[in-house]
């Protein structure tokens, strides 16, 4: 889709699609409100802006629209991006996918939430090495770097929407 082409659509269209790269209506409907934008890269700094004003329940609430990492991806989250961005973890072994389910429990009961990575482009054994690196987080650490990695991953989404 072209920039011009989003910055027309009819507000509710346009909102619709932000919030399939990133199901957090607290950012999507204030993104959507700062159109038209005159690039990608304004609209991804405005993206950053909504991000830093979203409460704690609010981005735990955006997580609702991302599959843990090595979990077989369902019709409920955007499959299209997810499958793409977790294509190094689909082909891993079992033993891989079994750490992840493993992992993943252990995060939640830790953290409270889901564990988020920008996984696109990136092995397995990154992830799972990621993942038991961040356990090591305090629950502040771990707050500054899930909103770093979903503005990450929602950046990345917009990018390849005006690809």
Not at 4 to 14: G, K, Q
Not at 91 to 118: P, S
Request: net charge negative; proline share 4%; with cysteine.
């Amino acid at each position: 889709m072209r920039l011009e082409t989003f910055n027309a659509l009819p507000e509710r269209d346009a909102e619709t699609l932000l919030h399939d790269c990133c199901s957090s209506y607290d950012w999507s409907e204030p993104v959507t409100a700062g159109r038209p934008y005159p690039s990608v890269d304004a609209l991804i700094a405005q993206g950053d802006v909504e991000f830093a004003m979203l409460t704690d329940d609010q981005v735990t609430d955006a997580l609702h629209g991302h599959p843990r990492i090595g979990e077989r991806l369902t019709d409920h989250v955007s499959p299209a991006w997810s499958q793409q961005e977790q294509a190094g973890v689909v082909t891993a072994d079992a033993e891989i996918r079994e750490a992840f389910k493993k992992g993943n429990f252990e995060y939640e009961v830790r953290f409270g939430h889901a564990f988020l990575v920008c996984a696109d482009g990136r092995s397995a054994e990154e992830l799972l090495a990621v993942l038991r690196e961040r356990m090591r987080n305090d629950p502040a650490t771990e707050s500054r770097v899930l909103r770093a990695e979903l503005s990450r991953i929602t950046a990345l989404r917009l990018r390849r929407l005006f690809e």
